[in-house]
């Protein structure tokens, strides 16, 4: 019997998801420069053809890991904001979601460390940057905390910047850290990714929220 056009579709999506998913894995260990196509199609269980029936460049299937996973922390991050009340709230939300995400998704953000760090020529030369909902939506958020006196005053990209970039690197910095400084792993903060990335939101919204909540 043959197949259906649903049938066709449906495989084919399928197929275009397991491409992702591989090039997800693959782009966050190696990065961008580091892996060529005919090894994600080989760990998707593709010829080289096969792959690039889908994704014409190495370029385009990059672009589409990265708007899946801008897609994913966009959703989850409206969920949350949803439910949130007044300018405290939403920042502390803005945290969670990323300090969830990180947690829930580690290639994904791993990805995005890479990302961060290491494509800064790539993303000037974009056409399109698929987590500049995200970021914009973090702007928004410090901006409004700021005006409530929730956050120090100055340029919101900056605040944002720092608040970003202390939940990333001190994600980078854990495995170090714990071999250096954890004596006795079972007992330290640093044993235990949930443990230690929640110690640093927490330290973010009491350097932020509440500290200006004290001295406003």
Request: hydrophobic letters at 50%.
């Amino acid at each position: 019997m043959s197949e259906t056009a649903d049938q066709k579709q449906d495989a084919g999506a399928a197929r275009r998801e397991l491409i992702l998913d591989r090039a997800e894995e693959l782009f966050a260990e190696h990065g961008f420069h580091g892996i060529a196509l005919s090894k994600i199609a080989a760990a998707a269980g593709l010829g080289n053809a096969g792959l690039i029936h889908h994704f014409p460049t190495k370029a385009s299937l990059y672009r589409a890991v990265l708007e899946r996973v801008a897609g994913d922390i966009d959703e989850r991050l409206d969920l949350a904001l949803a439910t949130a009340r007044g300018p405290a709230e939403r920042l502390r939300a803005f945290i969670r979601v990323q300090l969830e995400w990180s947690l829930e998704r580690p290639r994904a953000f791993r990805l995005i460390q890479r990302e961060l760090i290491d494509n800064r020529e790539r993303v000037v030369a974009a056409r399109a940057l698929p987590l500049a909902g995200f970021v914009a939506a973090g702007r928004a958020i410090v901006a409004e905390a700021q005006k409530a006196g929730l956050v120090e005053q100055g340029p919101p990209e900056l605040r944002l910047s720092l608040i970003i970039g202390a939940l990333t690197y001190a994600a980078l910095v854990r495995p170090t850290f714990r071999q250096i400084l954890a004596k006795d792993a079972a007992d330290n903060l640093l044993a235990e990714d949930r443990a230690w990335m929640e110690a640093v939101a927490e330290d973010l919204l009491a350097g932020t929220v509440e500290r200006n909540r004290q001295t406003g």
